[in-house]
């Protein structure tokens, strides 16, 4: 057995061994762990990002906002851990979603579409609750370096009953459109070179264009969804309109329109509960190198 893949399987045993209270220590002291082990350039780029977008100007407030979105990967983690436990049958127990008709409709007209959301909140658990509820929810992942911990998460992914495919190509893609799936993709991440430049926060940003090109290709529309955790601890799901690019508009206008929805839906997002992003990420790191190169 793998070394990770035992360490992790042991520590989700633990996890679905406690009671909900501890299992919330438990997530408490992994999300310490987890701080502490951050290297103190990446928190600093952490803080930077914060004051970039001018969500604050006050430094004390983003090094807050930096270190609640850091704390929150122990419950996140612990949360997975426990979906062993979930009532998979009865959803509605965990979670309210807002916008559910949008998901309806397509299942109804036998439609796929392609489900853009981000690192905000915990996305662990919108997959695992869109899949409890009897969508046909296809995750796209990206490979793990350590193999012991990518099996950990296709294995643990897969206990809700979403399909887990590594990032394949568009025909793949195309065909699983045509099958009715709901393919769900992370669209906040730094796309690199192969970016168009989309306003986030006011900031001209190199962004992901593949939900844009998928939704053109296989006549899908782009559904946003993202979650947020409430006091009680029921999760709050959100699902935006289908986004569908205006007839008139030629491929590349399409693309762009697409995506500026797309971007413009996850800046209120974040704005809104701004400690649960991804701030670690270098989310700009390719459009500064665009940029010093102009």
């Not at 679905?16 to 438990?26: D, F, I, R, V, W």
């Not at 977008?53 to 983003?62: F, S, V, Y």
């Not at 206008?253 to 974040?270: F, M």
Request: charge should be positive; glycine fraction near 6%; hydrophobic fraction near 35%.
């Amino acid at each position: 057995m793998n070394v990770t893949y035992g360490i992790m399987k042991g520590l989700a045993k633990i996890a679905c061994n406690l009671s909900e209270e501890k299992a919330n220590y438990m997530g408490e002291l992994m999300g310490r762990l987890f701080l502490k082990l951050i290297p103190l350039k990446r928190k600093q780029i952490s803080i930077q990002n914060i004051l970039r977008t001018e969500i604050t100007d006050d430094i004390k407030k983003a090094e807050e906002i930096a270190k609640s979105s850091a704390l929150r990967f122990g419950p996140m983690c612990v949360s997975m851990f426990r979906f062993p436990l979930l009532d998979k049958k009865n959803p509605s127990k965990y979670a309210n979603i807002e916008g559910k008709e949008y998901l309806d409709e397509l299942i109804k007209n036998k439609k796929g579409c392609i489900l853009a959301t981000g690192h905000s909140g915990n996305w662990e658990m919108l997959g695992a609750l869109l899949a409890m509820y009897g969508y046909p929810l296809l995750s796209v992942a990206m490979k793990q370096s350590n193999q012991g911990f990518d099996r950990f998460l296709v294995e643990y992914r897969s206990l809700t009953g979403q399909k887990i495919e590594y990032k394949t190509g568009v025909r793949d893609m195309y065909r699983r459109l045509k099958e009715g799936y709901f393919i769900a993709l992370l669209c906040d991440q730094d796309p690199g070179k192969t970016g168009i430049l989309s306003d986030f926060f006011n900031i001209p940003t190199l962004t992901a264009t593949g939900p844009a090109h998928l939704s053109l290709l296989c006549d899908a529309p782009v559904v946003s969804v993202m979650i947020h955790q409430e006091k009680n601890k029921k999760y709050k799901v959100k699902i935006w309109e289908p986004i569908k690019a205006e007839k008139n508009l030629s491929k590349k206008e399409s693309i762009k329109q697409i995506t500026d929805i797309i971007n413009k839906r996850l800046e209120e997002w974040i704005k809104k509960y701004p400690e649960e992003w991804f701030w670690l990420h270098r989310r700009w790191k390719s459009t500064d190198k665009l940029n010093k190169k102009a």
